[in-house]
């Protein structure tokens, strides 16, 4: 298995530790980081719907908290309703991060100065995204310098 393929993997098996009783829907993110290691997230909701936390969020929040902001190189993605597990049922169409992720995932773009790969899996394959393809002329540190 190559490096894609293990944080696909590693996205997908960490949908299976969703807590989300609200949507019903499981999504698991992982960050590739440069010297081969993951960091994973789940989302994370709340009875208060609007203070649910995205899986990626979780994520680079997570690498944030051990200082591996500017290792990551890469970013998974893997969603869908449960399983009799948890872990996400794909999709025939890859699901993307949302808007406020594509911005969180900005941060981390601008940090490591890394057009961010983004790859969602869905049934059978993958579909490969960049930061600046699915968050063009972003907002960004370089707006308040
Ligand atoms: N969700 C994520 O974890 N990442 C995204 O990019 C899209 C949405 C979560 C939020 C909520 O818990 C559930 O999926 C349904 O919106």
Do not use: W
Request: charged letters at 15%; aromatic letters at 6%; a negative charge.
């Amino acid at each position: 298995m190559n490096a894609i393929e293990e944080i696909l993997q590693a996205a997908h098996d960490a949908s299976s530790n969703a807590y989300a009783p609200y949507s019903s829907y499981h999504v698991g993110a992982a960050l590739l980081l440069d010297d081969g290691s993951i960091i994973t997230g789940s989302n994370f909701e709340n009875a208060s719907y609007g203070l649910s936390l995205c899986a990626e969020t979780v994520a680079i929040a997570s690498a944030n908290s051990q200082s591996k902001l500017k290792h990551i190189t890469a970013i998974a993605l893997a969603g869908g309703k449960p399983d009799h597990s948890g872990k996400a049922i794909l999709d025939e169409k890859a699901s993307t991060p949302c808007g406020r992720c594509r911005q969180i995932i900005k941060e981390v773009s601008d940090v490591t100065n890394i057009d961010t790969p983004i790859y969602c899996l869905h049934v059978g394959g993958y579909s490969r995204y960049t930061l600046s393809e699915i968050l063009p002329d972003a907002f960004g540190p370089k707006n308040l310098a």
